[in-house]
């Protein structure tokens, strides 16, 4: 019997279908459980710390405090937690704003489901999954700025040390337990990583590292 814990996900979703959609896959799938279903950033301040989700979804286009406000309030409240936008805008700039107050990743309403399930585990494990569109439109900018005619900036003995034990396969919070930091300081730690080397996952990561 498998005895570890279901990924605690919460739903942070003002359109009442789709958030009953998304808690109903949620309560669906054996290797997750549904911590909390909030329809306004509000509502996700004053009840998530409670239910304490590792993984959160959160809608860009909330009503009152804004999608990008409430990543910011809940990345406060709640460190160690995954935190994935879930939108319908395509926009570089609302990904880098989203990215830049906390988020961990970036997913178009349109995903298929199979991905979403994906996405939890990925970002519970420590990654920052982000739509394929999305990372297209990520690169685009990067080369708009003119990122990759520099050198690839490297990486800090740290987040090598972050990046070489998700590489063997440990979680997060196992990484964190071998580094004697916090789960939080590892998932900054892959953002980091993810922007330094234009990733978007360890694999991809560890290969430009290789690259380099």
Same mark, same amino acid.
């Given at each position: !019997?498998?005895?570890?814990?279901?990924?605690?996900?919460?739903?942070?979703?003002?359109?009442?279908?789709?958030?009953? $959609?998304?808690?109903?896959?949620?309560?669906?799938?054996?290797? /997750?459980?549904?911590?909390?279903?909030?329809?306004?950033?509000?509502?996700? =301040?004053?009840?998530?710390?409670?239910?304490?989700?590792?993984? =959160?979804?959160?809608? *860009?286009?909330?009503?009152?405090?804004?999608?990008?406000?409430?990543?910011?309030?809940?990345?406060?409240? /709640?460190?160690?937690?995954?935190?994935?936008?879930?939108? *319908?805008?395509?926009?570089?700039?609302?990904?880098?704003?989203?990215? @830049?107050?906390?988020?961990?990743?970036?997913? /178009?309403?349109?995903?298929?489901?199979?991905?979403?399930?994906?996405?939890?585990?990925?970002?519970?494990?420590?990654? $920052?999954?982000? $739509?394929?569109? !999305?990372? %297209?439109?990520?690169?685009?900018?990067?080369?708009?700025?003119?990122?990759?005619?520099?050198? =690839?900036?490297?990486?800090?003995?740290? @987040?090598?040390? *972050? /990046?070489?034990?998700?590489? %063997?396969?440990?979680?997060?919070? @196992?990484?964190? @337990?071998?580094?004697?930091?916090?789960?939080?300081?590892?998932?900054?730690?892959?953002?980091?990583?993810?922007?330094?080397?234009?990733? %978007? $996952?360890?694999?991809?990561?560890?290969?430009?590292? %290789?690259?380099?």
């Amino acid at each position: !019997m498998n005895s570890t814990p279901p990924i605690r996900v919460a739903v942070v979703e003002d359109n009442p279908q789709f958030r009953d $959609s998304l808690a109903a896959l949620v309560r669906a799938t054996g290797d /997750l459980a549904l911590a909390a279903a909030c329809p306004d950033a509000e509502q996700a =301040v004053r009840e998530l710390p409670a239910a304490n989700p590792d993984v =959160v979804f959160i809608d *860009i286009n909330l009503p009152g405090q804004s999608g990008i406000e409430c990543v910011g309030q809940v990345r406060r409240l /709640l460190p160690e937690a995954a935190l994935l936008m879930l939108t *319908i805008e395509q926009s570089s700039r609302r990904l880098m704003d989203s990215l @830049e107050a906390g988020a961990d990743g970036y997913l /178009l309403k349109t995903t298929p489901t199979q991905r979403l399930l994906e996405a939890i585990r990925e970002a519970h494990t420590g990654g $920052s999954p982000i $739509s394929s569109s !999305m990372a %297209r439109l990520l690169v685009q900018r990067f080369r708009g700025e003119g990122s990759f005619t520099k050198p =690839v900036h490297a990486l800090s003995a740290r @987040e090598e040390e *972050i /990046l070489r034990l998700l590489a %063997r396969g440990s979680r997060a919070k @196992e990484v964190a @337990e071998q580094l004697d930091i916090s789960v939080h300081t590892v998932r900054a730690g892959v953002r980091s990583i993810y922007r330094k080397l234009h990733a %978007r $996952s360890v694999a991809e990561a560890v290969a430009k590292c %290789r690259e380099g």
